[in-house]
């Protein structure tokens, strides 16, 4: 059984993250909704994209709604991550400073580590933009040193592969008296992300942080039958008949599945089911972060912590499950509440090695996350060395006021 969670029992090993929905909620809504099927569960975007996937209206009204939804608001140039920003709403404003808190704590654990490691992995299937916000932020304000390596490479172009997740700044320090690795961050978006594009050679992809392509336009008659659908499924009163009943009842010729399907396979991300890619190029992509995790788990000592993930990914899924048989690999799934305590308790039950982050006292949303069990508030030691800049010595100055 693996043991309490505890920061300053897993500071030194390999650290791998895996961030899911919940730890975006506010900034953008997760899969989740509030109307309930046949035995009386929760629906997802998943779970209803599996139903009617068949169905070529429904499936087209589903998507429309989960791009309004899910998607649009996570694109790139809708608030600046420099700062001065544009003024954020608060909910997305408080998602951004649980993100730079979090990421605070894990540049403060890096610092404990060896010098010769410092490094953490953050794999998050989601495809918004708030780990690039919060570091961005984080790093304007000067008050960390550490880097973030996006698996990009380049100037006014940058363009990605995973092999750059291995590079490495050392700061070698005034006349290189001392080499030592600045603590890393390597962010991996393992269901793709809205900043990804084809580059000009079909075979790469570059990273925009600016203005997004993918933005899709509805029509006032599409926008209305989206939200009427809208209304059904955030409606805990109503069930998956509720849907059959829209879904027969409504005029959905009035959308345009033609157009909005040519601009949302443009989008490279992984849909809520079992969908692939649909560019090779992505596609590809995806694979090297998979194998990227499998690797990392792979290794001695390693960690993996969860939050916000479903486990809903099948893929994903099987690859943790093989890597818990790396008998040095700890995981450590975050539950929202009892009700997912139970479920993820099942779900792993023939595994030791996975424990489970819960609170007693309340919901473990991400505040709380940050507050009780993410933070080192908690501990009085000091970190073993702290990752500074050598300061540069002031000139030597002639005596007498000669030339040297």
């Given amino acids: 059984m693996a043991s309490e969670f505890k920061l300053m029992d897993i500071y030194e090993q390999n650290l791998n993250f895996l961030i899911g929905a919940g730890a975006s909620y506010g900034f953008l809504p997760t899969l989740a909704l509030e109307v309930i099927d046949e035995a009386g569960n929760k629906c997802t975007f998943e779970t209803l994209a599996k139903k009617y996937e068949s169905e070529k209206q429904a499936i087209t009204l589903l998507f429309m709604l989960y791009y309004q939804e899910c998607i649009r608001d996570g694109l790139p140039n809708v608030f600046s991550s420099i700062p001065p920003h544009p003024k954020r709403p608060i909910n997305q404003e408080n998602v ?184 090779t190029v992505f596609e590809e992509a995806y694979y090297q972060i998979l194998r990227h995790l499998s690797y990392e788990l792979e290794r001695p000592n390693s960690v993996l912590i969860t939050f916000g993930f479903s486990f809903a990914d099948e893929h994903i899924l099987s690859l943790i499950l093989r890597s818990l048989s790396n008998p040095s690999l700890t995981m450590y799934i975050s539950c929202f509440d009892n009700a997912e305590l139970n479920l993820m308790q099942d779900k792993f039950k023939d595994y030791p090695n996975v424990g489970y982050i819960c609170s007693d006292e309340s919901l473990l949303n991400f505040t709380n996350f940050n507050d009780t069990k993410f933070t080192l508030n908690n501990y009085k030691h000091k970190p073993k060395q702290q990752n500074t800049v050598e300061p540069i010595p002031p000139p030597v100055l002639p005596l007498n006021g000669g030339e040297l």
């Fill in 96 to 279: 951004i400073n649980e993100y730079k808190r979090f990421l605070s704590t894990l540049v403060s654990m890096l610092d404990r580590q060896k010098p010769s490691e410092k490094r953490a992995n953050i794999f998050t299937t989601n495809y918004d933009n708030c780990l690039e916000t919060a570091s961005e932020e984080l790093l304007s304000e000067r008050n960390a040193l550490f880097v973030v390596n996006d698996g990009s490479v380049g100037f006014q172009t940058r363009t990605f592969h995973t092999r750059n997740f291995n590079h490495r700044v050392v700061n070698k320090g005034v006349f290189e008296r001392h080499d030592t690795l600045l603590p890393q961050i390597n962010l991996l978006h393992a269901h793709g992300s809205v900043h990804w594009e084809k580059a000009q050679k079909d075979s790469e992809i570059k990273l925009n942080y600016g203005q997004s392509n993918y933005r899709i336009h509805f029509e006032q008659k599409e926008l209305d039958i989206i939200n009427a659908f809208k209304d059904i499924l955030y409606d805990k009163n109503k069930t998956i008949l509720d849907i059959d009943r829209f879904l027969s009842s409504e005029d959905l010729s009035k959308l345009k599945p033609k157009e909005f399907w040519e601009k949302y396979e443009s989008i490279p991300i992984v849909n809520p089911t079992k969908w692939k890619f649909h560019e």
